[in-house]
């Protein structure tokens, strides 16, 4: 028996920064997680990410991610996806330099 669908949100990177970026509802790119469209539907998510595969002008790797409705927006439902929004790991810049939490 199938899975249930679980909603998602179309991440990629962006291609010139590297930063890890999010499909919005009006087809914009944003940094922000919870600026993304959480997208509920199957057959809405795989039309979402065929818009993306189509933009390597400006994005690789784009992918569904799992994701829940949270009180902000969209939040990740797997650690990996939380990881990955707060920038490289293996020192402190651009998203980490900003942020009050140190990282390891």
């Given at each position: 028996m199938a899975r249930a669908f679980s909603p998602k949100v179309v991440t990629a990177n962006d291609l010139l920064e590297g930063d890890?970026?999010?499909q919005t509802e009006d087809d914009r790119w944003s940094?922000?997680?919870?600026?993304?469209?959480?997208?509920t539907d199957e057959a809405h998510a795989q039309v979402r990410l065929l818009d993306a595969a189509?933009?390597?002008?400006?994005?690789?790797?784009?992918?569904?991610?799992?994701?829940v409705d949270g009180d902000n927006g969209?939040?990740?439902?797997?650690?990996?996806?939380d990881f990955r929004r707060t920038g490289?790991?293996?020192?402190a810049h651009?998203?980490?330099?900003?942020s009050s939490q140190p990282r390891a």
């Open positions: 890890v970026i999010y940094r922000e997680l919870s600026e993304a469209e959480l997208i189509r933009q390597a002008n400006k994005i690789v790797g784009a992918y569904l991610a799992d994701a969209p939040e990740p439902a797997h650690f990996r996806e490289p790991s293996n020192y651009g998203k980490q330099e900003s």
